[in-house]
């Protein structure tokens, strides 16, 4: 492989995330709906599912659940209940027994109107804690009669407050006992007095923090463990996983999750128009859980239970995300500043890294100063390939020089950046997150532009010192624009990602004079030699 042809796979390999990426993620289908204001459906699944325990993929239900496609306006404006206050959260209930509003107490998140984070949209197709009947009947007579709260205020300090609801139907009465922790979390238990089939949500994903290369839908934690995800758009509406123990409806920063590690739960998921997941718990006589909704912040998981950290989804690269995202962290409780964490997260990766990348670089300089024996050889057997190869590989061999060194140390990198990109994407710690004078929010854009110019300048500067053979003009000019074009695509990008890029790069620049400087000497070695 020539030196223009390993420049050209690099430029490929980067154009790939910041190119390719966004069409490569699966969008969104939306169907059209003739009627979005019709009455909630209820869930007709099977019976018994065979479904082993620790099976790794979901059952296929025996009938197609419907959708349900909407509510009516009837239903979202019915009245509220009960009035929920803790140091987390602000909630109320409905009549239906739903959690109809849910304001997460996030100073950070404050709107410049004053408005906070409110985790449940009046349209939502279903809302948290509701329930859903197999009985058609059962279900409409459901959505008609009204619960009956036992407080119509709950405040929350120091100690766990009880609110019980009971909706008292023709053929069943439902109790739900809500017990909210200080934590900000709950615990809920429902009893019916009489046996019968019926599903409970924990609503539809916020839609407070949302964006196409995060995700948004429906994460289920499986009884090994392991995490499947179903993102907006991609429903089957069949799905059944037995015995899970998270369910979390999710966006890029908040989540309504269902969990419990002792027993687990069976998940249902079913569909509205949009193909987007809806997610249900499969209940019984006696049905107990606990709920948490919320940011998806580390530190407040990881207190609830360190599982509960798993719905922070990095996506493909989370086994190398998480323990990226806990070097972070960990630089940050030392630091005390985001920017700088990332700034020191950074020097730290490239000193890890700096073996294989300066094999990669040392390479790059070998075989710049082969190259007039290269061309040599190239011109000598151009019409015979093999021996061109042949001769080329003797060369290579006897001056210790690989010509796959400049790209392989870069392929294997392309995953740690992929890792650290989620990251800074998906952490919420970063919102609102200054650094320096200018930069208020890591999670945005620089307002200025500042850090996108001077990535874009050390990549040019890097370009400048590295080692290049360029035979095709047409090569040699793309290259030289590559940096324009990378400015371009970072003006929009987090300000934390594009602080990452440049301090990698003015790292990479730094390491460059380094290994110049020592195949300097060496060559100067063997002259005198």
């Known amino acids: 492989m020539t030196q223009q042809q390993r420049m050209v796979l690099a430029v490929v390999l980067s154009f790939i995330f910041f190119v390719a990426y966004d069409f490569l993620l699966p969008k969104p289908k939306h169907i059209a709906q003739e009627n979005n204001q019709t009455t909630q459906q209820p869930l007709t699944t099977q019976k018994a599912n065979a479904t082993p325990i620790a099976s790794s993929a979901p059952a296929p239900m025996e009938n197609k659940t419907p959708t349900p496609a909407g509510i009516t306006k009837e239903q979202s404006d019915t009245k509220n209940i009960a009035n929920i206050i803790t140091p987390a959260f602000h909630a109320k209930i409905d009549e239906l027994g739903r959690i109809s509003l849910y304001e997460v107490l996030l100073e950070k998140f404050k709107t410049k109107d004053g408005k906070l984070p409110n985790l449940v949209d009046p349209s ?22 009204p619960y009956t709260a036992s407080s119509s205020d709950i405040k ?37 007095s009489n ?8 609503g539809f994903r916020p839609k407070e923090a949302s964006d196409k290369f995060t995700f948004m839908g429906v994460l289920i934690r499986k009884a090994d463990g392991t995490i499947d995800t179903i993102k907006d758009g991609g429903a089957k509406g069949n799905e059944v996983y037995m ?49 948490y909704a919320g940011a998806k912040s580390h530190k407040r998981l990881a207190a609830i239970d360190p599982r ?26 030392y630091i005390g500043n985001w920017g700088w964490a990332i700034v020191a997260t950074t020097i730290l990766l490239r000193l890890v890294l700096f073996p294989l990348t300066y094999k990669g670089m040392v390479s790059m300089n070998r075989l710049k100063a082969l190259s007039p024996k290269i061309k040599e050889i190239q011109k000598k057997y151009k019409g015979e390939p093999q021996k061109m190869n042949a ?139």
């Open 156 to 192: 929350v300090s120091n100690e766990d407050k009880e609110l019980v609801l009971t909706q008292k139907l023709s053929k069943v009465t439902i109790t739900k006992k809500i017990i909210f922790h200080p934590n900000g979390t709950y615990s809920l238990h429902i009893s019916l």
């Open 308 to 333: 509960m950290t798993d719905i922070i989804e990095y996506g493909f690269f989370t086994f190398l995300a998480k323990p990226m995202f806990i070097l972070l962290k960990t630089i940050h409780s």
């Open 243 to 291: 015995k899970a123990n998270i369910l979390s409806a999710c966006d890029k920063y908040f989540a309504t999750t269902f969990y419990n590690f002792k027993d687990g739960f069976d998940v249902y998921i079913t569909k509205d128009a949009k193909e987007d997941p809806l997610a249900f718990v499969k209940g019984s006589k006696e049905f107990q859980l606990s709920g």
């Open 391 to 529: 001769k080329m590989m003797e060369l290579y061999k006897k001056h210790n020089a690989n010509p796959m060194g400049g790209c392989l140390p870069m392929i294997l990198q392309i995953p740690v950046f992929f890792a650290i990109y989620r990251v800074l994407l998906n952490a919420v710690e970063l919102k609102h997150a200054p650094w320096m004078g200018w930069i208020h929010d890591l999670s945005a854009m620089d307002p200025y532009y500042i850090l996108p110019i001077l990535m874009a300048g050390t990549m040019f500067w890097q370009q400048r010192i590295t080692p290049t053979n360029f035979t095709d003009p047409m090569q040699e000019k793309i290259m030289k624009f590559l940096p324009l074009i990378f400015m371009f695509f970072f003006v929009t990008f987090p300000a934390g990602l594009t602080l990452y890029w440049f301090v990698n790069n003015l790292f990479g620049v730094l390491q460059q004079y380094y290994v110049n400087s020592i195949f300097k000497k060496e060559k100067e070695q063997k002259g005198v030699a």
């Open 195 to 202: 046996p019968v089939e019926y599903y409970v949500s924990p």
């Open 124 to 145: 939502s197709p279903v809302k948290p804690l509701e329930i859903r009947f197999s009985d058609p009947a059962l279900n409409e007579e459901a959505f008609k009669v």
